[in-house]
């Protein structure tokens, strides 16, 4: 039976760093991985913010358009 410390891998590096080795690799990809769920969810805010915004513009076009075509009716005061 082998034991532990005379495992290694192909390039021939003991089994604790190895097992660092591995243990690092997982953090990077979750860290990884953090980053690109961030990303895709300030992507996806930002899709959508500048939508609304959009649809501020063409509101507020449209609003002053109505306006200047049919002005409010003068109010007479007493």
Same mark, same amino acid.
């Given at each position: 039976?082998?034991?532990?410390?005379?495992?290694?891998? +192909?390039?021939?590096?003991?089994?604790?760093?190895?097992?660092?080795?591995?243990?690092?690799?997982?953090?990077?990809?979750?860290?990884?991985? +953090?980053?690109?769920?961030?990303?895709? +969810?300030?992507?996806?805010?930002?899709?959508?913010?500048?939508?609304?915004?959009?649809?501020?513009?063409?509101?507020?076009?449209?609003?002053?358009?109505?306006?200047?075509?049919?002005?409010?009716? +003068?109010?007479?005061?007493?």
């Amino acid at each position: 039976m082998l034991r532990r410390d005379k495992l290694s891998n +192909a390039f021939g590096v003991p089994y604790p760093v190895t097992t660092g080795m591995n243990k690092l690799g997982w953090r990077q990809w979750l860290v990884v991985l +953090a980053f690109v769920l961030v990303v895709q +969810a300030i992507a996806e805010i930002l899709g959508n913010l500048a939508w609304e915004i959009a649809g501020l513009i063409v509101t507020v076009i449209l609003g002053w358009t109505l306006v200047r075509i049919y002005p409010p009716a +003068a109010t007479e005061e007493r």
